[in-house]
């Protein structure tokens, strides 16, 4: 009989446990939601009573921001939050799905996506710390800093509201200050947008590892942090969006400005044109190729499995079909390549040609050969055994040694046709890194190809990730390009036959192919790009045993 009482009275027990949780996480977020709109229609209904005009709109409090005049402001101090203010979109899920997804793992980025119905229910505190604990729990501090400096500022750049960043451009001191952790946006903001100070939520740590925990000092509050900042001193100016929290923080100050929600969703004169960037965004990291809405996530999550057997399927018909056949079943799967130009004639001298390509990703002399339809043999500063193994084409590993590696090449072109990289490494945005130029010296049948890419979920390179699934989340993509343009051969007195050095040849090609695709030519170097995303040089070891 007692076994019996027992037996019943559990599921009673956790029918309350399960009352009890719906009651504190929904119950009372809704309750404080519903008072937050009561309060805030309180508080809109008493301005309205005091204002003079008898219309029954809603009357802005603040005029929008793009009245404020951007002249004789380098003396004045400015003070704004980041989400739904200089950013256009006031969602942070999708950045914090960027730290999860590039920070943690592609398990730690499904539960997110997991929480988000859960989210929608939950009020502005609970669900940032929701979204804070899943997104930061275990992982190092590190790791928090290598997606903060390689991968946000892509997608904060791309999201910039102009006008916000027109005025924030046009004074000489600036404060954001925001509720979101402040290791996510402090990077950015300092390095790109120059600004003075970042106040954030501060997050809990352990040794070098996150807990998912905010700090003692709990989550930022804008106007008390304001006011802690500059005690009673006020701002001059303030930027904010019609949220009640907003209007508390730009109160504050001597001038107040709202950013109009419809006007930074829909018009394209809210979006920063790439030539207006406070700084030319040449790097970035990271896989995903997308902003990680929820709807858009969940769509990269659906299509995951799909995506991977498609790759293989792509791998094995550009390794073992015909050229002309593994283009035309390319192409029917969704890669779509573009090629203009003819292959070059034999050299009468019997030494193959050497082509000079753009570096976009490690399959551009696979798509090369693919669209001469021959044969060619590729060399590389660096590339992952796997790569080595799945490529369709013979590479031929180069030693970093200028004297060792003419002689290789030297050796591979009185074998046949050559293709060399110069600028050692790949580039994803429309820059063109310096071009070593060994290669000039090396031959005078020289032929230019111009190499881009378009990618629609997954970019195909990495500098901290694994290399070697590089030519895997670009087959993975559901929609991919390839631009292949031949420019012809060089005339021998622009090549170092003709008198020219061999740094004049590959700065007059690395022009020429700048030109064709209309990119622009930097100094920067394979060096440069990876000190700046990983930290290290980009050397990736042979560690095989040497005869």
Same mark, same amino acid.
């Given at each position: 009989m007692t076994s019996t009482v027992k037996t019943m009275m559990l599921p009673m027990v956790l029918l309350k446990l399960v009352d009890?949780?719906?009651?504190?996480?929904?119950? &009372?977020?809704?309750?404080?939601?519903?008072?937050?709109?009561? $309060?805030?229609?309180?508080?809109?209904?008493?301005?309205? %009573?005091?204002?003079?005009s008898s219309s029954s709109h809603q009357i802005p409090l603040y005029p929008s921001v793009t009245k404020c005049h951007l002249h004789g402001r380098k003396s004045k101090t400015l003070v704004c939050d980041i989400h739904g203010c200089l950013l256009r979109s006031q969602s942070f899920f999708p950045y914090f799905m960027l730290v999860a997804f590039e920070g943690g793992s592609i398990l730690r980025a499904f539960l997110l996506l997991l929480s988000s119905p859960l989210l929608l229910v939950l009020d502005y505190e609970l669900k940032l710390r929701v979204m804070i604990f899943i997104t930061f729990c275990g992982l190092r501090l590190e790791d928090i800093d290598s997606v903060s400096r390689a991968?946000?500022?892509?997608?904060?750049l791309e999201n910039l509201n102009f006008h916000a960043f027109e005025v924030l451009d046009s004074v000489g001191s600036k404060v954001v200050l925001t509720s979101v952790p402040r290791v996510m946006v402090e990077g950015f903001l300092k390095e790109y947008l120059s600004v003075d100070s970042v106040k954030g939520t501060e997050l809990h740590t352990v040794g070098n590892h996150f807990t998912g925990l905010v700090s003692n000092t709990g989550l930022l509050i804008k106007h008390r942090a304001l006011k802690d900042l500059f005690g009673e001193k006020r701002p001059d100016i303030g930027i904010g969006t019609s949220s009640l929290y907003d209007h508390l923080l730009i109160?504050? #100050?001597?001038?107040?400005?709202?950013? $109009?929600?419809?006007?930074?969703? =829909?018009? @394209?004169?809210?979006? /920063?044109?790439?030539?207006?960037?406070?700084?030319?965004?040449?790097?970035?990291?990271?896989?995903? @190729?997308? *902003?990680?809405?929820?709807?858009?996530? /969940?769509?990269?999550?659906?299509?995951?499995?799909v995506g991977f057997v498609l790759a293989i399927f792509r791998l094995f018909v550009g390794i073992y079909l015909p050229y002309k056949m593994a283009i035309f079943l390319g192409t029917l799967s969704g890669v779509n390549i573009r090629i203009k130009g003819c292959a070059p004639l034999k050299s009468p001298n019997g030494k193959g040609v050497l082509y000079v390509c753009t570096h976009r990703t490690l399959l551009d002399p696979v798509f090369l050969s693919t669209s001469l339809e021959r044969p060619l043999t590729a060399v590389t500063y660096s590339l992952s055994k796997m790569s080595e193994i799945m490529s369709p084409i013979k590479t031929?590993?180069? =030693?970093?040694?200028?004297?060792?590696?003419? +002689?290789?090449?030297?050796?591979?072109?009185?074998?046949? !046709?050559?293709?060399? #990289?110069?600028?050692?490494?790949? #580039?994803? +945005?429309?820059?063109? *890194?310096?071009?070593?130029? /060994?290669?000039?010296?090396? @031959?005078?049948?020289?032929?230019?190809?111009? %190499? &881009?890419?378009?990618?629609?979920?997954?970019?195909?390179?990495?500098?901290?990730?694994?290399?070697?699934? !590089?030519?895997?989340?670009?087959?993975? &993509?559901?929609?991919a390009s390839y631009s292949v343009q031949i420019l012809g051969k060089m005339?021998?007195? /622009?090549? #170092?036959?003709?008198?020219?050095?061999?740094? +004049?040849?590959? &700065?007059y090609i690395q022009r020429q192919l700048a030109h064709a695709l209309g990119f622009e030519c930097t100094t920067l170097t394979r060096r440069d790009k990876y000190m700046m995303l990983a930290g290290n040089e980009g050397v990736v070891q042979d560690n095989r045993k040497k005869p």
């Amino acid at each position: 009989m007692t076994s019996t009482v027992k037996t019943m009275m559990l599921p009673m027990v956790l029918l309350k446990l399960v009352d009890w949780l719906l009651y504190q996480f929904l119950g &009372n977020s809704c309750y404080r939601a519903a008072m937050k709109v009561i $309060n805030h229609g309180f508080f809109l209904k008493n301005t309205c %009573i005091k204002s003079s005009s008898s219309s029954s709109h809603q009357i802005p409090l603040y005029p929008s921001v793009t009245k404020c005049h951007l002249h004789g402001r380098k003396s004045k101090t400015l003070v704004c939050d980041i989400h739904g203010c200089l950013l256009r979109s006031q969602s942070f899920f999708p950045y914090f799905m960027l730290v999860a997804f590039e920070g943690g793992s592609i398990l730690r980025a499904f539960l997110l996506l997991l929480s988000s119905p859960l989210l929608l229910v939950l009020d502005y505190e609970l669900k940032l710390r929701v979204m804070i604990f899943i997104t930061f729990c275990g992982l190092r501090l590190e790791d928090i800093d290598s997606v903060s400096r390689a991968v946000l500022p892509k997608f904060y750049l791309e999201n910039l509201n102009f006008h916000a960043f027109e005025v924030l451009d046009s004074v000489g001191s600036k404060v954001v200050l925001t509720s979101v952790p402040r290791v996510m946006v402090e990077g950015f903001l300092k390095e790109y947008l120059s600004v003075d100070s970042v106040k954030g939520t501060e997050l809990h740590t352990v040794g070098n590892h996150f807990t998912g925990l905010v700090s003692n000092t709990g989550l930022l509050i804008k106007h008390r942090a304001l006011k802690d900042l500059f005690g009673e001193k006020r701002p001059d100016i303030g930027i904010g969006t019609s949220s009640l929290y907003d209007h508390l923080l730009i109160s504050l #100050c001597k001038e107040a400005y709202v950013i $109009n929600k419809e006007d930074s969703k =829909t018009s @394209a004169n809210s979006v /920063l044109p790439r030539e207006k960037y406070p700084k030319p965004l040449v790097f970035h990291d990271g896989r995903l @190729a997308f *902003l990680p809405t929820p709807f858009a996530t /969940l769509a990269m999550f659906m299509w995951i499995p799909v995506g991977f057997v498609l790759a293989i399927f792509r791998l094995f018909v550009g390794i073992y079909l015909p050229y002309k056949m593994a283009i035309f079943l390319g192409t029917l799967s969704g890669v779509n390549i573009r090629i203009k130009g003819c292959a070059p004639l034999k050299s009468p001298n019997g030494k193959g040609v050497l082509y000079v390509c753009t570096h976009r990703t490690l399959l551009d002399p696979v798509f090369l050969s693919t669209s001469l339809e021959r044969p060619l043999t590729a060399v590389t500063y660096s590339l992952s055994k796997m790569s080595e193994i799945m490529s369709p084409i013979k590479t031929v590993r180069l =030693t970093r040694k200028r004297k060792q590696d003419g +002689e290789t090449m030297q050796k591979l072109l009185k074998e046949g !046709d050559l293709v060399v #990289c110069p600028e050692g490494t790949t #580039c994803r +945005e429309p820059y063109l *890194l310096r071009f070593s130029s /060994l290669f000039a010296e090396l @031959a005078d049948e020289i032929v230019p190809v111009a %190499i &881009n890419t378009n990618v629609t979920m997954f970019y195909g390179t990495t500098a901290s990730g694994l290399k070697c699934l !590089d030519p895997i989340f670009f087959l993975m &993509n559901p929609r991919a390009s390839y631009s292949v343009q031949i420019l012809g051969k060089m005339p021998k007195e /622009l090549t #170092c036959a003709g008198g020219k050095s061999s740094h +004049e040849v590959a &700065n007059y090609i690395q022009r020429q192919l700048a030109h064709a695709l209309g990119f622009e030519c930097t100094t920067l170097t394979r060096r440069d790009k990876y000190m700046m995303l990983a930290g290290n040089e980009g050397v990736v070891q042979d560690n095989r045993k040497k005869p």
